[in-house]
């Protein structure tokens, strides 16, 4: 789940053009494919991002910057650490667009659900993602757009098509997501919604619950 309060907007969007990607620099993250994309809405003359951060850290991190590098992007991308809470939230309170480009890697590695989806969600931040593993569950057309995991073409036109919006409609998509994201992904009530089930099935085996 994720801690709505925690995760709440400071000041308001400001209706800019900076797209946001935060995780572990691994394959199934699909980050080579968001500097693709960026690449693409560069060369086929639609106003790119102003920004593109991709925040995290991991063993792709040299092969990043030089994918970076080779596409010349150099001036639009950058890749900061994000170390712990506030660091994700400072981030995610400046983006205009969470991105999370979800491959399944070579060897079979995929994610089950990205947490910070949900963060960025409860930040008001609308969302672009692959539709692949559990993104379906959070990325709805109110709020986010999904595409085909691995189509840098395709994920390049959903940037765009967010970015290219109203700002206030972004920002009413952002409220949308909040709400979808509290109701549905409140860390209390999935605590709550746990300890149900631990206590339904210890009182189905005859065990009784341990104490604290």
Known sequence: GVDGERFRRRVAPRGGRTVVAIGRYVE?????????????????GTRPPTRVVIAGDGVLRGELERHARRLELDQEVALPRADGFEAVRELLEGADLLA??????????RDSMP???????AMEVPV?????????????PGW??????GD???????IAELLELPAGERAAMGRAGREFVL???????????????IRASASGSGLRPARP
């Open 28 to 44: 199934k993250k699909g980050f080579g494919h968001l500097l693709e994309a960026a690449a693409i809405l560069r060369r086929n």
């Open 100 to 109: 999370m480009p979800c491959v399944i890697a070579a060897d079979g590695d």
């Open 115 to 121: 947490v910070v989806v949900k963060e960025a969600l």
């Open 128 to 140: 672009v993602a692959s539709d692949e593993v559990g993104l379906p569950e959070l990325v709805r």
């Open 144 to 149: 986010g757009r999904l595409v085909p995991p």
């Open 152 to 158: 840098e073409a395709a994920l390049a036109a959903a």
């Open 183 to 197: 109701e549905h992904c409140d860390v209390d009530r999935e605590a709550e919604r746990l300890a149900a089930l």
